[in-house]
């Protein structure tokens, strides 16, 4: 996804809600980039996202006891 910088706080949340990030992980993400992302000096911004699949193979997680969700 590209977005202007200036929609990023109206568009992003739709599209993590849309990739399947539930509304407590949405306002998580937006807490953590939307000021990093306002700093960034460039008029567009673009998303990519990582397969689940594949981040697991570049950075395997271990937690025990195992947790119910990830």
């Known amino acids: 996804w590209t977005l202007r910088k200036s929609e990023v706080t109206s568009m992003l949340p739709r599209v ?4 399947g990030l539930n509304a407590s992980e949405t ?6 980039w939307a000021p990093r992302l306002a700093a960034v000096s460039t ?3 673009e998303f ?10 570049i950075a ?11």
């Open 60 to 70: 395997p997680l271990t937690i025990t006891p195992a947790p119910a969700s990830v």
């Open 48 to 57: 990519s996202f990582v397969p689940q699949k594949t981040f697991d193979m």
């Open 27 to 32: 306002a998580d993400f937006m807490e953590f």
């Open 16 to 19: 993590l809600q849309d990739m």
């Open 43 to 45: 008029p567009y911004i």
